[in-house]
T-cell receptor, first 115, second 107 residues
Framework: DAGVIQSPRHEVTEMGQEVTLRCKPI?????LFWYRQTMMRGLELLIY????????DSGMPEDRFSAKMPNASFSTLKIQPSEPRDSAVYFC?????????????FGQGTRLTVV | RKEVEQDPGPFNVPEGATVAFNCTYS??????FFWYRQDCRKEPKLLMS???SGNEDGRFTAQLNRASQYISLLIRDSKLSDSATYLC????????FGAGTRLTVKP
C-alpha cells in the first residue's frame, strides 16, 4: 500500500489567493483526519470524516476553511482567501474504525507558506 | 482545560539515561491511547499503543492510569536515535494529540 498521499508537498502562495490541499487516504480506511501543525499550537485537529461524512469540524479556524470528501479515496482542504497566519504544515491521516481501535497513518504533509 | 496535556519539555538527556514522559487527559470516556513519534520535518508515526495493563516494547514501556487519567512513556537506555518529539494521543473516536515533548539525547 502506498500509504496516505498528500499533494502538493510544498505550497507558496500570496495572501488572498485560494489554496487547495489534497489527500488520498489508505484504501479501506473509514476515517480521515485533517490536522494543522505549528510551533505555537502543536498538532491541531481541524476536521474529520467517517465514511465520507464530516463528523466534527469544530477545529476549523474560521469560514475561510472548508473541507470535502466526495468519495472514499479523496479529500480536499480549501482555504479561501489565504492569510499569512495560515502558514503551517497540514497533515492528512486515515484510520480504520477511527481511533477507537486503529492507529492513524499520516501523509507526509503539505508545507504551506502564505506571503 | 485542554483535552490532552503533555510535559512541555524539552528533555535533554545523555545517552544511556532513562527518561519518562507523562500525558494527562480530561475525558474519562476516552477509550484508546497511543504514543506517536515525530522526527523533525516528518509526519507523526505510531510508536506504541497503550494498554490498560501496561505494555513494553524493547526499551519502551507505556502505562495507563485511568483513575488519575494519565498515560506515561518510559524510555530506558536512551539512544541518540531516540531524539524526536513524542506525542500522546487520547481519543473517543477522534484522534486528539498532545502538544508533544521534545527529547534530545546527547553523546
Amino acid at each position: 500500500d502506498a500509504g496516505v498521499i498528500q499533494s502538493p508537498r510544498h505550497e507558496v502562495t500570496e495572501m488572498g489567493q485560494e489554496v487547495t490541499l489534497r489527500c488520498k487516504p489508505i484504501s479501506g480506511h473509514d476515517y480521515l483526519f485533517w490536522y494543522r501543525q505549528t510551533m505555537m499550537r502543536g498538532l491541531e485537529l481541524l476536521i474529520y470524516f467517517n465514511n465520507n461524512v464530516p463528523i466534527d469540524d469544530s477545529g476549523m479556524p474560521e469560514d475561510r476553511f472548508s473541507a470535502k470528501m466526495p468519495n472514499a479515496s479523496f479529500s480536499t482542504l480549501k482555504i479561501q482567501p489565504s492569510e499569512p497566519r495560515d502558514s503551517a504544515v497540514y497533515f492528512c491521516a486515515s484510520s480504520f474504525f477511527g481511533g477507537v481501535r486503529g492507529e492513524a497513518f499520516f501523509g507526509q504533509g503539505t508545507r504551506l507558506t502564505v506571503v | 482545560r485542554k483535552e490532552v496535556e503533555q510535559d512541555p519539555g524539552p528533555f535533554n538527556v545523555p545517552e544511556g539515561a532513562t527518561v519518562a514522559f507523562n500525558c494527562t487527559y480530561s475525558n474519562s470516556a476516552s477509550q484508546s491511547f497511543f504514543w506517536y513519534r515525530q522526527d523533525c520535518r516528518k509526519e507523526p508515526k505510531l510508536l506504541m499503543s497503550v494498554y490498560s495493563s501496561g505494555n513494553e516494547d524493547g526499551r519502551f514501556t507505556a502505562q495507563l492510569n485511568r483513575a488519575s487519567q494519565y498515560i506515561s512513556l518510559l524510555i530506558r537506555d536512551s539512544k541518540l536515535s531516540d531524539s524526536a518529539t513524542y506525542l500522546c494521543v487520547v481519543n473517543k473516536v477522534d484522534m486528539r494529540f498532545g502538544a508533544g515533548t521534545r527529547l534530545t539525547v546527547k553523546p
